[in-house]
């Protein structure tokens, strides 16, 4: 069975700061890993994935991550924080080919302007 | 670019009452999902489909939830009676992944059910 744990329901950094948001997954399998934004009374859009490609992954809008197998890690990162990134952030996990998504509770973004 | 379309955007409705869901998605994507998003949490899923057949409703509530996707290509999830803990996002997303390969599931803007 697969899961995320996304440590910090909350989240607040200044503009310009560096955002760090924390995902922990459990997999059974070799997973692929998910980054999704939602803007309030919106879908999900895709930041960015990890396949087992590359373990640093390039996203959208500036956000990267890492995959750390030896911490089952795949923390989202941004260098410098931007009012429009405000969100929720959620982390997600699948096996392989068209499984579900399992999602973490996700993160609340606030940027201190 | 092309899009995931639900309708409505919202909806409200009263307890016991029936209420339906629409989806369209991508075009050429063949497996579609249908997620519940309650307030303050992480989408759940509902139910999946490969082209026109149930993959997974392990998590559907049957007694009162049921999904359609008759020819492939849209779908629609029923409630019926709703109650006040249906109250939540429904979201629609679909993809191009299959058993074999993985792709990312692209989401539409969501139904906000509130159940008065």
């Known amino acids: 069975a697969q899961s995320v744990t996304q440590l910090g329901s909350h989240v607040s950094v200044s503009e310009g700061a560096l955002v760090l948001l924390r995902c922990n997954y459990s997999?059974?399998?070799?997973?692929?890993l998910f980054w999704y934004v939602q803007y309030p009374n919106q879908g999900l859009q895709l930041l960015l994935k990890?396949?087992?490609?590359?373990?640093l992954v390039k996203g959208i809008n500036g956000f990267e991550a890492e995959f750390k197998k030896s911490e089952t890690s795949f923390h989202l990162t941004k260098p410098s924080a931007h009012m429009s990134d405000a969100a929720e952030y959620f982390c997600?996990?699948?096996?392989?080919?068209?499984?579900?998504?399992?999602f973490g509770t996700g993160t609340r973004l606030t940027i201190i302007p | 670019e092309a899009e995931v379309a639900q309708s409505p955007r919202y909806k409200i409705t009263e307890k016991s009452q029936a209420v339906a869901f629409w989806c369209d998605p991508i075009?050429?994507?063949?497996?579609l999902y249908w997620y519940r998003q309650i307030l303050g949490q992480g989408p759940e899923l509902l139910v999946q489909?490969?082209?026109?057949?149930?993959?997974?409703d392990s998590q559907l509530p049957k007694d009162r939830f049921s999904a359609e996707r008759l020819k492939g290509v849209d779908s629609t999830l029923k409630i019926q009676p709703a109650e006040l803990g249906d109250s939540a996002m429904y979201l629609c997303?679909?993809?191009?992944?299959?058993?074999?390969?993985?792709?990312?599931?692209?989401f539409g803007p969501g139904t906000r059910l509130t159940v008065t």
């Open positions: 075009s050429g994507h063949a497996t």
């Open positions: 997999s059974s399998v070799p997973p692929y």
């Open positions: 997303a679909s993809s191009l992944a299959t058993r074999e390969w993985s792709y990312e599931q692209y």
């Open positions: 990890y396949t087992s490609a590359a373990t």
């Open positions: 489909f490969q082209d026109e057949s149930v993959v997974d």
């Open positions: 997600a996990v699948t096996p392989f080919g068209n499984e579900k998504l399992t």
